[in-house]
């Protein structure tokens, strides 16, 4: 017979710290917050008639910047 003990483990708090895509150091409400304010730009920009895929194309030139601007810092520091 086997006994349930609930301060085991289970089995998704396991495969997570095993898994191929660990949970992100950054809090999750930091996450939430950027997602939520892109999502509120994105719609504002829609409301005021910019067309989405205007819209998304801002948004992946604005990363594609900071991704640029990030590996420079990266470099500048020795770091790759």
């Known amino acids: 017979m086997a ?6 483990a289970t089995v998704t708090e396991i495969e997570e710290l095993f898994s ?3 949970r992100p ?3 999750e409400k930091a996450i939430n917050i950027l997602q939520s304010h892109l999502i509120t730009g994105f ?14 194309s801002v948004i ?3 990363v594609s910047s900071e991704l640029g601007r990030s590996e420079l810092e990266h470099r ?3 770091r790759r």
């Open 25 to 27: 150091l950054v809090s």
């Open 60 to 62: 992946l030139s604005w």
């Open 20 to 22: 191929r895509c660990p």
């Open 3 to 8: 006994i349930h003990d609930a301060s085991h």
């Open 76 to 78: 500048s520091n020795g």
């Open 43 to 56: 719609e504002a920009a829609l409301d005021l008639g910019l067309p989405p895929q205007d819209a998304l």
